[in-house]
């Protein structure tokens, strides 16, 4: 069964400074994965994925995940936070091919402090 | 181009009520899936619809359930609330029925069950 694991629950960073939010899945094919993100009131918005090739996906808003088949990680990451980064992500597997459902993850909301 | 819209974005209901909530996915968007966000269970999905057709369902009771209208726009509907049911429920549109990730999600529909 497919799942998704967040260990990091809440991220406090300062304006500035780099970031890495850990993702890890759990699936018994190639994956597809995706990162999304979630500012408050809001819905969810599509800030990379991954389906094959290049290991190293870049993203919207300054965004970059690496997938690492050996660790089932897809961690994301960003060299220079804004303050507008401030929201919730989420990282989510789907079945390649499969149905438009993904599995979430619980989210990690990040915090930037001036 | 008008994102997905949905509606109402916040009611509240009293146990044992039913309710609907209406989805517009974005223009010649065929595939509309439901998810249901809480504090404790997280992002789950319910259900997804292509072409008038639920391609996919959830792990949730015969209490939700949904369609699609030939115009691509969906409703669900929760019968018997309960107060679990209280939740941020989240449309998504899509081009394909097959997984490619590219969910547009609308900004939600907040229901309070008293």
């Known amino acids: 069964a497919q799942s998704v694991t967040q260990p990091d629950i809440h991220i406090t960073v300062s304006e500035g400074a780099s970031l890495e939010l850990r993702c890890n899945y759990s699936?018994?094919?190639?994956?597809?994965l995706f990162w999304y993100v979630q500012s408050p009131g809001q819905g969810l918005q599509l800030l990379l994925k991954?389906?094959?090739?290049?290991?190293l996906v870049q993203g919207i808003k300054g965004f970059e995940a690496e997938f690492k088949r050996s660790q089932s990680s897809f961690n994301l990451r960003k060299p220079s936070v804004h303050w507008s980064d401030a929201a919730e992500y989420f990282c989510a597997v789907g079945a390649l091919g499969g149905a438009n459902n993904l599995f979430f993850g619980t989210g990690t909301r990040l915090t930037v402090i001036p | 181009k008008a994102g997905v819209t949905q509606t109402p974005r916040y009611l509240i209901k009293t146990r044992g009520q039913q309710v609907t909530l209406s989805c517009s996915p974005i223009s010649g968007h065929r595939s509309v899936s439901w998810y249901q966000q809480t504090p404790g269970q997280g992002l789950q999905f319910l259900f997804e619809y292509f072409s008038e057709t639920q391609r996919n369902k959830g792990n949730f009771p015969g209490r939700f359930s949904g369609r699609q209208f030939s115009n691509s726009r969906s409703e669900m509907n929760v019968s018997t609330l309960e107060l679990g049911d209280s939740a941020l429920y989240l449309c998504a549109s899509s081009l394909a029925a097959s997984n490619t990730g590219e969910l547009f999600f609308g900004e939600g529909s907040r229901l309070t069950v008293l």
């Open positions: 991954y389906f094959s090739g290049d290991t």
């Open positions: 699936y018994g094919a190639t994956p597809y």
